[in-house]
């Protein structure tokens, strides 16, 4: 009926604005976040499948909001990047993340990389290259136990400037990963144009992996062609021993996933490395 049509386009109107409401609540808090010291970057450790032992960790931002509470990055970094926030706090992360782990491996026997996801936007920025080898400079950690992760779509926006930018990354020595493979657009073609290091299976699949013969062939795909371009291959989202054993089984190279640890605040991250270490 026309009334009912009326209230749902109410109905969507009003989500709608509650919705703008919250995004420009979001973007106006986010700009002073870094500065109360809200915003943290937490540390999910990687897995060897063959060794099992923890060869990295995953930078992942955190922001406790005193007005908004505890805010998903799946909520802000998009409105980080579509507001030009993401300059910031992108390389706010990178800081952190790099000084974290310099002083974590200053400790530890065998040092661990760290991967830091970066947007789309960081990458095509002119000094980004500039920006993460100072960083690294300065902090004193070592590019070859630094991994960029990028996402698939970040190669369509414009490969004249993302091919170049990962060279020049790969050529002072630090690591790509292809981040959320296989959910992208043909993907394939730009495994033998790009200096890649690693692809990392999107946690999408690994949920279906036991469930559906189709993800269970796709993973299995991956993993071959992650051997074939002699690429390291993670997956993310791994909740389950037969998820794992499956993975392991296929020949896998790194995990990662609740099965093991989640994503963990520096203090307990150490913790954790002390007990592994003495397993
Ligand atoms: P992503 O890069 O694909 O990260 C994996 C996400 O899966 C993380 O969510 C992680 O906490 C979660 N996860 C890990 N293991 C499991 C598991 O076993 N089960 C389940 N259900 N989830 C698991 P998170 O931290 O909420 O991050 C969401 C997305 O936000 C990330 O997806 C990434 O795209 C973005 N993001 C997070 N941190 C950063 C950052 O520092 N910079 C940028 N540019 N993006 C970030
Ligand atoms: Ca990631
Ligand atoms: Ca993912
Ligand atoms: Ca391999």
Known sequence: SKAAKKGQALFFNTALDEQVKRDFLIETELRGAMNKGEIAVHYQPQISVKSGDIIGVEALVRWNSAKLGAVSPADFIPIAEN????????????????????????????????????????????????????????????????????????????????????????????????????????????????????????????????????????????????????????????ETQAQFDLLSEYHCDAVQGYLFYKPLPLSELVEKCRSHQNH
């Open 83 to 238: 507001t030009g926030i993401i300059r910031e706090l992108g390389s706010y992360i990178i800081y952190k993340a790099m000084s974290d782990i310099k002083a974590l491996n200053d400790n530890l026997p065998v040092p661990l990389n760290v991967s830091i996801n970066i947007s789309p936007k960081q990458l095509m920025e002119s000094d980004f290259v500039d920006s993460v080898m100072q960083a690294s400079r300065e902090l004193g950690l070592d590019s070859q136990w630094v991994t960029l992760e990028i996402t698939e779509n970040v190669l369509i926006s414009d490969l004249s400037v993302v091919q170049p930018t990962l060279e020049a990354l790969k050529n002072n020595g630090f690591k790509i990963s292809l981040d959320d493979f296989g959910t992208g657009f043909s993907s394939l073609s730009y495994l033998s144009n790009l200096p890649l290091n690693e692809i990392k299976i999107d946690r999408s699949f690994i949920d279906k992996f036991l469930s559906s013969s189709h993800s269970e062939s796709l993973v299995k795909t991956i993993i071959a062609i992650g051997e074939f371009c002699h690429l390291s291959v993670v997956a993310e989202g791994v």
